[in-house]
């Protein structure tokens, strides 16, 4: 890994790798300082695209650039800042050989403070009459107006105007608001008359600094005493925050822009797993946690009628979720609002092409939300052109989170946007696609995975109970027990009792595997259990934990191994394991179907990806 | 890890100078790259690092690499 404390080592070629893989989401002041100007120095970065951005600003903003390149750089760009000096925001713009128009701009921000544009409304105003106040109000927005249009008849550049916080200590303090015309409803009618221009001229875009400041806090994002002896009104904590609020601004504006959300179920779209807490058990509703999920739905739903498509790409069984979708009483999302639903179990990279090319859009269009980390990195690096975003630990943020995704942002909305998510789901035709998912094996490889066999103790004892009483999808006996009952079996000497960890790259999932075995008698063994949670399903841990066992089985000079799959309404993923590593069916009957392998003929191959650690017993 | 270990990097990285060349005396007036707007980083910097906020009267009276060492040393202590 790059040390980014050494400047020495940042990259001279693989600058967006480096972007992409090692760079801090925050950075530190001196590690935002450092990159920025080594990509303003450096020529054409291969794969970033080239920014030229000119700020008429009135206070100092000097320390906020760096981390703006740096933001925009781990967003894709290679962004050039030029400031105006603090008073000739009016003069640059008017003047042609200025250095403002020294070079082509792509952007051009008006950041400009309200002391700059309309001193009478920042001090002073507790002692101005009505006419006074509308008259200062006019005057700042025609002032604007002529800059703007200044601007534009310059140049193609985008104009992006920053509109005015509230002021938290008005002159006339609480009587301000309960007045016919305070000073935080002269900023407010300011605020309008920027709007109404914004929306008046083409190619020019409000940023809602009024907004931003609402959302951080003014104590936060300012800080008296750097703009008492620097000059500078923002604090060090509203650096990093307002670099990525421009963002969003500049990727929509830039045309960077995704069509597609597509959304896991168990644990994102709602809390728990259906498939083991069921229909009344999942968490969704107006408690918490289940509220958090609900907000989720909703900032989900505001997005579909921004235009957003929404899909479903969950390993789960279909008929369930589709009618857990439809009919949960506490459902925001329905069927209806998916243009897309890919509920299998097959592994999600095929999914998101399944999705993309159902909807006929291209895999740059989507964004990938899951909370399981390991199915994100599948998505990574299959998919690199999907944007997989990393959802929040906790549920709370996630709604904040889904609304906050620059990719979805939009300056100007048309009907046909607001009704997107329904064609979608009117037209969707399902497309024949060749299934190119070849480096699945380097996906495994890349997890590290390590199976750790444990002993059964009075530590794993619990859980193993539990898992034989709340696994129903990879389960295929479904036989219940008791702690009692296992232990029970641990203490007889035709039992073995074997619980699996599984660790990977991302940390452990825990006691997530279970086998019960037992002999038979004449070298004959049976699984009476055999599980998995659904937590680690899709990535061969099952053929690995078989074939760990029927290693153990030969050990104990085992010939043949049987087991039954008896089918419940939920273990429908399980239905063809023991076919699928070469066990053959021997008898059939109401219960199920008895499968049997002869060891004699020798074992199945063990995957390699796995690497797999004994913890011995010490009964 | 004693005070001066612990500026000199971020100044040298800051300010884009060689740590050999950091003296107790280095400041705006020896060092080129040290103007009033890095200056607002170095205290921002330090800040971040510290975990302290300086206070308004020393953020302009801090201006040689001795002098700001003094201070956050006896701010942590």
């Known amino acids: ?94 003047t042609a050989d200025s250095m403002l128009w020294s070079q082509k701009r792509d952007l051009i921000v008006v950041a400009l403070d309200l002391v700059a544009l309309a001193p009478g409304l920042a001090h002073g105003f507790g002692g101005m009459d009505t006419d006074r106040v509308t008259a200062i109000v006019t005057r700042a927005a025609s002032d604007m107006e002529t800059l703007v249009s200044t601007l534009r008849e310059q140049s193609n550049a985008s104009v992006l105007v920053q509109n005015f916080p509230l002021t938290p200590y008005p002159a006339m303090g609480l009587y301000d608001t309960q007045s016919s015309f305070g000073q935080n409803e002269a900023i407010w009618r300011l605020n309008e008359a920027l709007r109404a221009m914004t929306a008046r001229l083409p190619g020019v875009y409000l940023f809602n600094a009024c907004l931003w400041n609402a959302r951080w806090g003014n104590d936060l994002m300012t800080d008296p005493r750097l703009e008492l002896t620097s000059g500078m009104k923002l604090s060090r904590a509203a650096l990093n925050p307002l670099a990525l609020e421009y963002l969003r601004y500049l990727k929509p504006l830039m045309g960077i822009r995704r069509k597609c959300l597509v959304l896991d179920l168990d644990g994102t779209l709602w809390g728990g797993i259906l498939g083991e807490d069921g229909y009344d058990g999942i968490q969704i509703g107006t408690t918490y946690p289940g509220n958090a999920y609900r907000a989720f739905q909703e900032a989900g739903l505001d997005l579909y009628h921004r235009g957003v498509i929404l899909a479903v790409c969950s390993k789960n069984n279909e008929p369930e979720a589709r009618d857990t979708l439809e009919r949960h009483p506490e459902m925001v999302l329905r069927p209806h609002h998916f243009a897309s639903l890919h509920i299998n179990w097959e592994d999600k990279a095929t999914h998101l092409q399944h999705i993309a090319a159902e909807l006929n859009i291209g895999l740059d269009s989507l964004v990938f939300l899951d909370d399981n980390p ?86 794993t004892i619990p859980r193993i109970a539990q898992l034989t009483q709340k696994t129903n999808q990879f389960n295929l006996t479904t036989h219940r027990y008791t702690e009692a009952e296992i232990e029970e079996k641990i203490s007889n000497p035709a039992w073995r009792v074997y619980a699996m960890r599984v660790l990977d790259r991302f940390g452990d999932n825990g006691l997530t595997g279970v086998a019960l075995l037992c002999d038979l008698g004449s070298a004959r063994w049976q699984f009476d259990t055999f599980l998995l949670s659904c937590r680690v399903l899709g990535r061969t841990v099952e053929t690995a934990f078989l074939i760990f066992l029927m290693e153990r089985i030969q050990e104990e000079k085992g010939l043949q191994v049987e087991g039954w799959f008896k089918p419940t309404a939920k273990n429908l993923p399980a239905q063809d394991f023991y076919h699928r590593h070469g066990f053959t069916a021997m008898q059939t009957t109401s219960q199920g179907t008895r499968w049997q392998y002869d060891l004699t003929t020798g074992l199945p191959a063990m995957p390699s990806w796995f690497r797999i650690r004994m913890q011995e017993t010490s009964a | 890890m004693d005070i001066v270990t612990r500026l000199k990097p971020l100044f040298a990285r800051l300010l884009e100078i060689d740590e050999q060349s950091i003296r107790p005396d280095s400041s705006p007036a020896n060092v080129s790259t040290w103007d009033s707007l890095q200056h607002i980083n170095l205290i921002l910097a330090l800040e971040e690092e510290f975990g302290v906020m300086v206070d308004p009267e020393d953020i302009q009276r801090l201006d040689t690499f001795a002098g700001l060492c003094a201070y956050f040393e006896q701010r942590m202590s």
């Open chain 1, 1 to 94: 890994m790059t040390d980014i404390s050494d400047p020495a080592t940042y990259p001279d070629k693989e600058w967006v790798v480096w972007l992409r893989q090692t760079a801090p989401a925050i950075p530190s002041l001196v590690i935002a300082n450092q990159t920025a100007r080594l990509l303003q120095r450096t020529a054409a970065i291969p794969g970033l695209r080239p920014l030229e951005i000119a700020v008429l600003r009135s206070s100092t903003l000097e320390p906020l650039v760096p981390y703006f390149v740096y933001q925009a750089a781990r967003a894709g760009f290679q962004a050039r800042l030029w400031l105006s000096g603090y008073a000739d925001w009016q003069t640059v713009a008017a």
């Open chain 1, 374 to 459: 390991s199915e994100r990195a599948l998505i990574r690096q299959m998919l690199p052109e999907v944007l997989t975003l990393d959802l929040p630990e906790s549920p709370i943020e996630y709604a904040s989170f889904v609304r906050s995704i620059a990719e979805f942002e939009t300056l100007s909305l048309s009907d046909e946007d607001r009704q997107r998510g329904g064609m979608y789901h009117a037209q969707t035709q399902r497309e024949k696609l060749v299934r190119t998912v070849a480096s699945l094996e380097e996906y495994y490889t890349s997890l590290e995975m390590c199976l750790e066999m444990e002993a059964a103790s009075a530590f």
